[in-house]
T-cell receptor, first 113, second 113 residues
Framework: GNSVTQMEGPVTLSEEAFLTINCTYT??????LFWYVQYPGEGLQLLLK?????DKGSNKGFEATYRKETTSFHLEKGSVQVSDSAVYFC????????????FGGGTRLMVKP | KAGVTQTPRYLIKTRGQQVTLSCSPI?????VSWYQQTPGQGLQFLFE???????NKGNFPGRFSGRQFSNSRSEMNVSTLELGDSALYLC????????????FGQGTRLTVV
């Protein structure tokens, strides 16, 4: 079956530090890959996505590249802000399989001023 | 445009009771998915409805059921509540294709006592 593994948190960084959150996946076929973010008391918001190998998704300074050879989709940001503090979820859907998302366990990011 | 609306936001029920949660998707979205979020199990897929038909189903017992109406609004029902059903239940609406963004509601926080 499909699965997503992401690094456990919490990840604690100082403002302006570089961020990497690792994500690897197992899936049959060619999944679409997503990063979602959840702020306290909120639902999930899409941060970025990539639908095929070597695609790079980017948004609000965050980037992730779909690496089929390593089955990875690591999230990076060059300079984090306090407002980036949230829980980040890596997820996939199998194309032609509806909208069933398989999520990783989530990584809590805490950014200190 | 209006986002995904889930009602109620908070609910407290007693073991053995049943509960119905409601989700109104974004206008024009025909796919509605439900997820259970708990600290221990993370985000788990319950089921997806598309055009009033269940298209995908996760690994949950038959106590968990859902339906979708002709206006795409969806309800999920949990019967014979157990303490372990305490969770945040999230609804997501999407266009048809699996590689498009899923828009999440703020969730219903269910507490079973």
């Amino acid at each position: 079956g499909n699965s997503v593994t992401q690094m456990e948190g919490p990840v604690t960084l100082s403002e302006e530090a570089f961020l990497t959150i690792n994500c690897t996946y197992t899936a049959t076929g060619y999944p679409s890959l997503f990063w979602y973010v959840q702020y306290p008391g909120e639902g999930l918001q899409l941060l970025l996505k990539a639908t095929k190998a070597d695609d790079k998704g980017s948004n609000k300074g965050f980037e992730a590249t779909y690496r089929k050879e390593t089955t990875s989709f690591h999230l990076e940001k060059g300079s984090v802000q306090v407002s980036d503090s949230a829980v980040y979820f890596c997820a996939l859907t199998r194309n032609n399989a509806g909208n069933m998302l398989t999520f990783g366990g989530g990584t809590r990011l805490m950014v200190k001023p | 445009k209006a986002g995904v609306t889930q009602t109620p936001r908070y609910l407290i029920k007693t073991r053995g009771q049943q509960v119905t949660l409601s989700c109104s998707p974004i206008s024009g979205h025909r796919s509605v998915s439900w997820y259970q979020q708990t600290p221990g199990q993370g985000l788990q897929f319950l089921f997806e409805y598309f055009s009033e038909t269940q298209r995908n189903k996760g690994n949950f017992p038959g106590r968990f059921s859902g339906r979708q109406f002709s206006n795409s609004r969806s309800e999920m029902n949990v019967s014979t509540l157990e303490l372990g059903d305490s969770a945040l239940y999230l609804c997501a609406s999407s266009l048809d294709r699996g590689d498009t963004e899923a828009f999440f509601g703020q969730g219903t926080r269910l507490t079973v006592v």
